[in-house]
């Protein structure tokens, strides 16, 4: 399956620019470590080694989440309600006249967390769309075909991110003996792989430009690197700027907010200032991005599982993860 997500005359825009420069300030302000301190009681249902298939452990590691990370969920899902009129001029929007037209949000899944937490509580959104509970029947609409959805009351999380790593066209071989958490990073690194190969030369100096400008790293001999494939791109990129660890995250963070920008989306954090510290862009844009990006291309056969929207929750939730495990000191 080919996600099919960029077409071949897609541009870089004033979005892509904004997206980094916003990136920049978060890296400079708190280095890539971007330690909160925030104590996350979901950790002991979840680890990198894992292999997370029990549905009572995925549905606690839910409920045991604080409403910032449900809400990351779900604005990853895009199912939160349209912003009434009335509401903007509250809750953190600017009235509704102070926005361009090409920036003004109209749905609650396009803008920061801490927005959408002030209208759930003036009850302007339903507490419901977050609930751990909603979160998972969510999932399993989006990984499961609409014939065996009635029946299906249970989820092996760890077998529909190997199935969706499938549907992406990962091998067999490259998913073998692999935890939970290292079948998603490789479902990542595929997503990198198609992106690479859909960019014109342009958009790839582009993204090699502001992974620099972000990270403060340089890239040597960029040219070489700009006429490799994607494959080969994600070789050599892990050689100049050390793939490892979690830096792996910070730098994959700059590539989608930059390819986000080629469609225009300009990510919450960049329209507000509520965003202090990097873990707003790990732990919150990121599934939004890209839900983004592949509702650019539309989406797939309503009688069939959807692999994109998938997609998007388990990046999301692979990044809440990545922070998370960062922190504990599970993942340098």
């Known amino acids: 399956m080919q996600l099919g997500i960029l077409g071949t005359h897609a541009k870089a825009d004033v979005s892509s620019s904004a997206n980094i420069q916003a990136l920049k300030q978060l890296f400079s302000a708190n280095g890539s470590s971007s330690v909160t301190g925030k104590k996350r009681p979901w950790l002991q249902y979840t680890s990198p080694d894992s292999i997370d298939s029990d549905d009572a452990t995925f549905r606690t590691m839910l409920e045991k989440m604080d409403q910032f990370e449900r809400i990351s969920l779900a604005q990853s899902f895009q199912i939160l309600p349209a912003i009434d009129l009335r509401d903007y001029g509250s809750f953190g929007l600017k009235p ?23 209208a759930l509580q003036a009850g302007r959104i339903d507490v419901d769309l977050v609930s751990a509970d909603r979160l998972r029947r969510q999932f399993i609409w989006v990984s499961t075909n609409s014939f065996a959805y009635p029946f299906t009351y249970s989820i092996d999380y760890d ?30 690194e595929k997503f990198f792989v198609e992106v690479w190969d859909k960019l014109t030369p342009e958009q790839r100096q582009k993204v090699l430009d502001n992974i620099e400008t972000a990270t403060g790293r340089a890239i040597p001999n960029k040219v070489a690197l700009v006429s490799l494939g994607g494959a080969g791109a994600l070789m050599a990129l892990g050689a100049a700027v050390t793939l490892a660890g979690f830096s792996f995250y910070t730098t994959m963070s700059v590539v989608i907010c930059t390819v986000a920008g080629f469609f225009g989306v300009t990510l919450p954090f960049v329209v507000y ?9 790990l732990s919150g844009p990121i599934g939004w991005a890209i839900a983004g990006i592949l509702a ?19 990046m999301a939730l692979h990044f809440l993860k990545a922070q998370a495990f960062h922190e504990a000191g599970l993942l340098a």
């Open 96 to 118: 509704y006249r102070d926005y361009r037209d090409d920036e003004r949000p109209k749905t609650y899944n396009e803008v920061p967390p801490p927005i959408v937490e002030r």
């Open 159 to 188: 077998s529909r991110v190997v199935w969706l790593a499938k549907s992406l066209d990962i091998s067999d071989s490259a998913l073998r003996r692999k935890s939970t958490f290292e079948v998603e990073r490789t479902i990542l």
């Open 273 to 281: 200032t509520t965003a202090s510290s990097l873990v707003c862009i």
């Open 296 to 314: 650019a291309v539309g989406t797939a056969l309503l009688l069939q599982a959807n692999p994109k929207k998938t997609l998007s929750f388990v």
